[in-house]
């Protein structure tokens, strides 16, 4: 984990569990310019009871430098203070983060808007890979991309 | 170079790594890949539908007829579902 040297910018992809609320107070605290944070929070989703884990596969290096570009990309077209993104790798049960995003900004719409651009690229282009551990101690199956997950950057041209 | 593998795709082909030295004739993402192809069952099994292999070269995602140039590593893998 490490953080980049845009000021702005941080992006840490760590096994270990992270507390939004921890996260956003650092942001905040002491600053007087931040009036909107969006935080986006994506967890381990089990439809039908089956699910013992999701086991996050990712390429080291590339995952961080992946989501650092598109967060460079967000902080040039919204006036965007401040960008955090937490992404966890190995395995993550029902129920636990898997993904935080924070932006702040002086008012909401580039907040909000940020967090979701950031959440749109991310998914489609950040080399992370999910695949399913079941409850009866078998290994389930990778999970397969979305095309709404590709549909939903058409928003953002 | 290094090559590296992930996801279903290492699965299948068994590794996760491999140092490889490539032909001079290939120059594009699209010939590596129908080069990859010609290395035994696994490879042509994994290639089969090539356009759903990613390819991203020193860390860069690059699509199937852009050039390698002198990559230090390519990475294959499948289209992503983290987040």
């Not at chain 1, 190995?90 to 907040?111: D, T």
């Amino acid at each position: 984990m490490s953080d980049t040297t845009e000021a702005n910018i941080q992006v840490r992809i760590q096994p270990h569990d992270f507390d939004a609320g921890i996260e956003i107070a650092a942001l905040t605290d002491s600053r007087f310019d931040i009036g909107a944070v969006v935080t986006f929070s994506g967890l381990c989703r089990d439809e039908n009871g089956s699910l013992s884990a999701l086991e996050l596969e990712h390429y080291p290096g590339m995952a961080e430098a992946e989501i650092i570009r598109i967060a460079e990309k967000a902080c040039q077209r919204w006036p965007l203070s401040h960008l955090l993104v937490i992404h966890r790798f190995g395995k993550i049960a029902p129920g636990e983060n898997i993904v935080l995003v924070v932006a702040c900004s002086s008012h909401r719409q580039a907040a909000f808007d940020g967090a979701s651009y950031l959440m749109d690229f991310l998914k489609t282009r950040a080399p992370f890979w999910k695949k399913e551990h079941l409850k009866d101690g078998s290994s389930g199956e990778w999970v397969s991309a979305k095309d709404a997950d590709d549909e939903a950057l058409k928003r953002w041209e | 170079m290094k090559v590296l593998y992930f996801s279903w795709i290492r699965e299948r082909l068994g590794m996760d790594e491999e140092e490889l030295t490539l032909p001079s004739e290939i120059k594009t993402v699209g010939e590596f890949l129908a080069w990859q192809k010609n290395r035994g069952e696994e490879f042509e099994a994994v290639l089969e539908f090539p356009d759903v292999v990613r390819v991203a070269v020193d860390h860069e995602h690059r699509d199937h007829d852009e050039t390698i140039g002198d990559a230090r590593e390519i990475a294959l893998f499948p289209p992503m579902t983290g987040g």
